[in-house]
């Protein structure tokens, strides 16, 4: 199977790269929030829509596929924001076996 090669330039798109984690509330508790870990370039590729049935409920996701930069720090169940959306990231694999790049499935819930 031959590799398909990536344009470097057509990622254009700038991320900011988010982990979920714990902080001080000062109050002797925690707070759950996005951590903000890095910005990263990527380019957003193919997107589909599934309507999977959470909790008794139809509910619709977008699925999209995201090429990055590879960048030892990206991993699943991180956040990738650009502009009012944000993708959970599902799964990481090496784009074009390089190890140079990383595409990525991320799903972005939208409310209904």
């Given at each position: 199977?031959?590799?398909?090669?990536?344009?470097?330039?057509?990622?254009?798109?700038?991320?900011?790269?988010?982990?979920?984690?714990?902080?001080?509330?000062?109050?002797?508790?925690?707070?759950?929030?996005?951590?903000?870990?890095?910005?990263?370039?990527?380019?957003?590729?193919?997107?589909?829509?599934?309507?999977?049935?959470?909790?008794?409920?139809?509910?619709?996701?977008?699925?999209?596929?995201?090429?990055?930069?590879?960048?030892?720090?990206?991993?699943?169940?991180?956040?990738?924001?650009?502009?009012?959306?944000?993708?959970?990231?599902?799964?990481?694999?090496?784009?074009?076996?390089?190890?140079?790049?990383?595409?990525?499935?991320?799903t972005s819930e939208v409310p209904q």
């Amino acid at each position: 199977m031959a590799r398909q090669p990536i344009d470097p330039g057509r990622l254009r798109t700038r991320f900011a790269l988010e982990e979920w984690s714990s902080v001080p509330d000062g109050q002797g508790g925690f707070t759950d929030v996005w951590a903000h870990v890095a910005h990263v370039w990527g380019m957003v590729g193919t997107s589909r829509v599934t309507d999977p049935v959470r909790a008794g409920a139809g509910e619709q996701v977008i699925e999209r596929t995201i090429v990055l930069r590879a960048d030892p720090r990206v991993r699943p169940t991180m956040r990738l924001v650009a502009g009012d959306e944000r993708l959970i990231i599902q799964t990481l694999q090496d784009a074009d076996m390089s190890g140079r790049y990383l595409r990525c499935t991320a799903t972005s819930e939208v409310p209904q």
